[in-house]
């Protein structure tokens, strides 16, 4: 309270020795006006670093601004009505002042944002959501890959076995030409669509698929029995193709189209 | 070993299955779907008669959707087994595109070419969603089977060819399987019957136990 009223009476007496200089100035036009310059300087500096004190310390910044500012105007009019180049320098010396005193505050402001931890929080929450949709997504396409793009090997063996007596005379000259193969005798799609089949690996490590289906024709039906096993070199191979053709009763007999014998 | 003969081939009568089949399946959906939705849409007091009122309107379009969408769906079916001669899972999958791009054609080609993916994407899906249930309920039977196979081979002894037997087939197990080959016979008959999917499933792990007892015929007539 003390240091506050002292820089208020200061400020008070700076303001009257100003007033005392305005006043001496057109007395004595020589030597008056040089004394008068060194004292505005002198004077202007004290007031603008008096302000930033009192801005800094007290919260009554604004107010006393204020004030300050309405008593330096008359001192800066009256030197302009005298002197207008001398004038329009020192306005131009204020007005950077003012601008630099206006940027710092946003400065301050500025510095205070606190951005760090609740960017990397948020970050760490949404990249969590994001791996688990992608893990997801992931986990569907090889669904959808491993069962119907690579096709499985059952429905491989059954294509290569239908192929294989669809081109043997012995079963087409007995049932008729085209010959189609499907899983169950049912109306059932589904049904129909699943091929019985039994994959194990044996002793030696050779990997065997055996299928059942029915085969169809004009004239007849049938069943097949087939296995095949994944040979050295990466192909398949007929362990044995058996066709037991069971209409018309006239052609019911059983067929072998291939059989493995090693060497 | 159900008699061939006895069942007709099914693809050009499964298209009018299908399409009936289709609208039942349109019509109570759609039924118990609008029905919900016009109670909820209704005053206090109304909220039955509303309901019922929905459903009159809207039931019978449903129906005719899905019944449109099954038929189209059947004969494409029928065509691509007709063109392939093979039934497996990709038949579903082309048709499936078929029918949603034939359905959008009207509205360009952009349009039916894009309907004709996502109903490729779909049946895909559906098709890959069967197969990983079939491998899954298919391999947990298979231990549970062997009682069942060793009373029914004390039941009917069925004296099976020894001549190279499979690896994993010993001749007790081929009698056995003869006769859960004749089981499979059944259950597939019942399936003809009720056309459940449990019971296709049920045959199906009967029928796997069919391969060992391919008993390999001395004569030949290569």
Known sequence: ?263 | MGTPETSREPCPDRILDDVGGAFGMGAVGGSAYHFIKGIYNSPNGMRLSGGAQTVRMNAPRVGGSFAVWGGLFSTFDCAMVYARQKEDPWNSIVAGAATGGFLSMRQGMGAAGRSALMGGILLALIEGAGLMLNRVLANPPLPADDPNLTAAMGGNPFPGLPQAPPVVAPPEATTSSGVGGLFGGLFGRKEEEKKPSAGGGKSEILESFDTPSSPIPSFEYK
């Not at chain 1, 100035?25 to 008056?32: I, K, M």
């Not at chain 1, 970050?123 to 959501?129: E, Q």
């Not at chain 1, 002793?203 to 169809?216: A, K, M, P």
């Not at chain 1, 209409?247 to 059983?254: L, N, R, V």
């Open chain 1, 1 to 263: 309270m003390a240091s506050r009223v002292t820089r208020l009476l200061l400020h008070r007496r700076l303001t009257t020795a100003a007033e005392a200089s305005a006043r001496r100035a057109p007395q004595a036009p020589c030597a008056g006006a040089a004394v008068s310059k060194d004292v505005v300087k002198a004077e202007a500096s004290s007031l603008k670093n008096s302000r930033w004190h009192i801005t800094r310390s007290n919260t009554s910044g604004p107010l006393t601004t204020r004030y300050e500012c309405r008593k330096v105007f008359p001192c800066s009019v009256r030197p302009s009505a005298s002197y207008s180049t001398q004038a329009s320098d020192q306005k131009g010396k204020q007005e950077g002042k003012d601008l630099s005193n206006v940027e710092h505050p946003f400065d301050d402001i500025t510095y205070n944002i606190p951005e760090k931890p609740v960017t990397f929080t948020e970050g760490a929450s949404y990249s969590l959501v994001i791996l688990a949709g992608l893990g997801i997504a992931g986990l569907a396409g090889y669904a959808v890959f491993k069962e119907l793009i690579f096709e499985p090997k059952e429905y491989k063996i059954f294509g290569k076995a239908l192929a294989r007596i669809q081109s043997d005379s012995q079963v087409t000259s007995r049932i008729g030409h085209p010959i189609t193969g499907y899983g169950q005798e049912t109306r059932n799609r589904a049904a129909r669509q699943r091929i019985p089949n039994k994959i194990w690996t044996d002793e030696d490590g050779v990997e065997h698929v055996e299928v059942n289906f029915l085969i169809r024709g004009p004239h007849g039906a049938g069943k097949v029995y087939s296995e095949m096993f994944k040979d050295t070199d990466r192909t398949w191979k007929f362990t044995y193709l058996v066709v037991d053709i069971v209409s018309p009763p006239h052609a019911k007999t059983q067929l072998m189209l291939e059989s493995y014998l090693p060497a």
